[in-house]
């Protein structure tokens, strides 16, 4: 089994429960992927993940909950005073809006230790990240990741990328696209969804998307698109995948992220693209009938 290593933030996520109720959990774009990824690879699957977390007792219940679903933290800095960053679910039948509270949150102080990543980094088969890991970071240390991560892996191993395009999260919409474009020509995976491509970027349909990552140099690029058919770009050129019908959807948060999860987990295992791509469709299928980001392993048949 190949490892994976996701670099991004975990938060505290707050979801709609019975009545006006809310209920507590712990999200966020990368780790909801590693956490589909371990789901569908099962236990021997390697999982790891680095961000920051504060020195309170929040944080450790953190840790403490990646480490019971088996994904690593092992090198992940405390930060004095900081805690994690917060956030809301709101639905609207089954789409989802979110509220944020993340200004100060650990996790944008994680490049602070950039000595604790590399190694890690260089042990891993896949690592993983996506443009919020990137949005969260200060200029400076955005240019510390990008500018050293290539050098950083061993040889054969793949950067895998979701863009996930969130312009709220940048200063300035031109730099968004600049450094999503930018990562994404470090990158062997890239992963968009195209209601955010086709808003950020001005694509007209997938194919676009597709074609101008794949310029950028990726050698894959699988272009998720709710319903309707998942489009992948490989040097054998393009294809697309019909999704399965799902009906009564619930809540469509970490629908992507689940997708990407199970993708990269079946690649671990030797899958072929089309494979991983049917285990991936059928991974988010199931997360988009239950509400929040993630479905307990139990739950899920894969």
């Given amino acids: 089994m190949t490892s994976i290593l996701g670099i991004g933030e975990c938060m505290i996520e707050l979801s709609p429960a019975e009545g ?16 589909y990824a371990k789901a569908t690879g099962g236990p021997d699957a390697e999982v790891a993940f680095f961000t920051a977390v504060g020195d309170d007792p929040i944080s450790d219940r953190m840790l403490a909950f990646a480490a019971t679903a088996g994904i690593r933290c092992d090198s992940v800095p405390r930060i004095p005073g900081r805690r994690p960053g917060l956030y809301v679910i709101h639905l609207t039948g089954a789409e989802r809006t979110f509220s944020y509270w993340r200004d100060t949150s650990a996790a944008r102080l994680m490049m602070r230790h950039a000595n604790r990543l590399w190694p890690q980094v260089a042990d891993a088969d896949f690592v993983y990240f996506s443009g919020i890991t990137l949005a969260i970071l200060s200029h400076e240390d955005c240019e510390l990741f990008l500018g050293n991560l290539r050098a950083r892996m061993k040889p054969g191993a793949r950067v895998a990328f979701d863009p996930n395009l969130r312009p709220h999260l940048w200063d300035d919409a031109d730099r968004m696209r600049r450094v999503i474009s930018r990562a994404a020509g470090l990158s062997d995976i890239v992963l968009p969804s ?4 086709c808003r950020n970027f001005g694509d007209a349909a997938p194919e676009d998307t597709a074609r101008r990552y794949g310029a950028l140099g990726a050698d894959q690029v699988v272009v998720k698109n709710g319903p309707l058919p998942t489009l992948l770009l490989n040097k054998g050129g393009m294809q697309d995948f019909p999704v399965p019908p799902v009906e ?12 990407n999860g199970a993708y990269l987990s079946a690649l671990g295992r030797g899958a072929a693209v089309a494979q991983a791509i049917a285990v991936a469709q059928a991974c988010s299928a199931q997360v988009v009938y239950r509400k929040g980001a993630l479905v307990p392993f139990s739950d899920l048949r894969i």
Avoid: H
């Fill in 20 to 35: 006006s109720l809310l209920r507590q959990g712990f999200a966020g774009d990368v780790f909801n992927t590693l956490w």
């Fill in 194 to 197: 195209f209601d955010d491509e």
């Fill in 248 to 259: 009564g959807v619930v809540d469509t948060t970490a629908a992507g992220d689940s997708f």
